[in-house]
């Protein structure tokens, strides 16, 4: 029997080897199994913001800090804010920044982290060590990645801010004034009428100022909080006066004493010139972004 056994199993070998076209089940080549897919890792949700500019800003968590360290100030200031006065001043802070570290960012301007790690080193010295850094930080509602966050978007726009008000020229377009300035319409009529009749009009705004005569200097357009006071100024030939302006702030009657191209802006005056060339570019780069506020 066994014998038996062996010689069919030798016989089914044989014609195994012979190239069979029935090859059993057991012997045929196997099909391949495809590989399976390693599955990507999940892709982190974003955090929502509370704050949206263009895509950047403040979490609702950042945003409470930001409020918090607002009131505080104020608190320590001794003045009181409601809740809605901190939200709309943290609110326009944060896109006023963003918006300027967004336009340094398309100027070129890159604080690479050596730099973010000289003003740390800066400031950690200033504050007294590592240790007392974080727990500032801490007590201030920060962790280490917002502060730094908070610390790039500060130095970037503050280097855009310094960049729009230095491009403002140093020279202007100039008028130097003297005006009478009266809080009563009828008797500013009154003192038109001497002028008309041939007053001299230093005498008159010396009986209304005595210490100035009237004479408010020199001022580039852009300056005074009158605009019609301005207007009429860069009007007038000189030696000439006004008829009567009125304002929020009472009756003007001017005299142009002088006009001159390219002459040097006071201090006051060119800071009030870059206030406004800051606040123009704000504007304009406010209407043509996307922002989001959460309720």
């Not at 008309?196 to 300056?223: K, M, S």
Request: glycine share 6%; charged share 15%.
């Amino acid at each position: 029997m066994k014998r038996a056994l062996s010689l069919l199993l030798l016989l089914t070998l044989a014609a195994c080897s012979m190239g069979a076209p029935n090859l059993p089940a057991i012997f045929a080549s196997p099909t391949p199994i495809p590989p399976t897919a390693t599955p990507l890792p999940p892709t982190a949700t974003p955090i929502p913001l509370a704050i949206s500019i263009n895509g950047e800003g403040l979490t609702t968590y950042e945003l409470n800090a930001e409020l918090a360290r607002y009131k505080t100030s104020m608190t320590a200031l001794g003045k009181t804010v409601t809740d809605e006065q901190a939200l709309q001043v943290i609110r326009d802070d944060t896109i006023f920044q963003v918006l300027l570290a967004q336009g340094a960012a398309e100027a070129g301007f890159v604080l690479d982290a050596a730099a973010l790690q000289q003003r740390l080193d800066a400031l950690t010295t200033k504050i007294g060590g590592a240790a007392q850094l974080t727990t500032w930080e801490q007590a201030h509602g920060y962790t280490a990645e917002s502060f730094n966050a908070s610390l790039k978007r500060a130095a970037a726009a503050a280097w855009m801010r310094d960049k729009i008000m230095s491009a403002v020229p140093s020279t202007s377009d100039q008028v130097h004034v003297r005006q009478i300035l009266l809080y009563n319409e009828d008797v500013a009529k009154s003192y038109y009428s001497q002028l008309q009749a041939g007053a001299n009009f230093e005498e008159l705004a010396a009986q209304v100022d005595p210490i100035t005569h009237g004479d408010i200097g020199w001022f580039p357009r852009g300056y005074l909080a009158e605009k019609a006071v301005e207007d009429a100024a860069f009007s007038l030939a000189v030696g000439a006066y006004s008829a009567i302006i009125p304002s929020e702030v009472g009756f003007h009657i001017i005299m142009l004493l002088d006009h001159q191209t390219g002459r040097e802006l006071s201090p006051d005056a060119l800071s009030t010139l870059q206030a406004h060339a800051l606040n123009d570019w704000l504007a304009a780069r406010r209407q043509q972004s996307s922002i989001v506020l959460t309720p």
